[in-house]
């Protein structure tokens, strides 16, 4: 069973950079697209990015397009969010996510594991 684990969440001013991890243990992650979600107070959960399986293609939300970067490392199990030049609208619990069907178009009811989430609070 493939555990996610996300890390790295926490304050950042507005116009800052914060770089999110997930660590994925008990498979290897090559077999699945990853994504990153996000869920803001009061609103619904969103997609975030994804990446294929060995990272040769990317998708990103237009809300954090040319600002966040998702990554992997299939050899450490990790995957990254690198995001900058945050603003107080990225405020969120950001979720890591997995898919086995290796899509790269990843929505809610697409996605087979969840990760429990790290707290972004971004400062005005």
Aim: charged share 20%.
């Amino acid at each position: 069973q493939v555990q996610l684990v996300e890390s790295g969440g926490g304050l950042v001013q507005a116009g800052g950079s914060l770089r999110l991890s997930c660590a994925a243990s008990g498979r290897t992650l090559t077999t699945f697209s990853m994504g990153w979600f996000r869920q803001a107070p009061g609103k619904d959960r969103e997609f975030v990015a994804s990446i294929t399986r060995h990272g040769f293609t990317t998708r990103y939300a237009n809300s954090v397009k040319d600002r966040f970067t998702i990554s992997r490392d299939n050899a450490k199990n990790l995957v990254f969010l690198e995001m900058n030049k945050v603003t107080p609208e990225d405020t969120a619990v950001y979720y890591c996510a997995a898919e086995r069907s290796g899509a790269i178009y990843m929505t809610l009811a697409d996605v087979d594991l969840w990760g429990q989430g790290t707290q972004v609070t971004v400062s005005s």
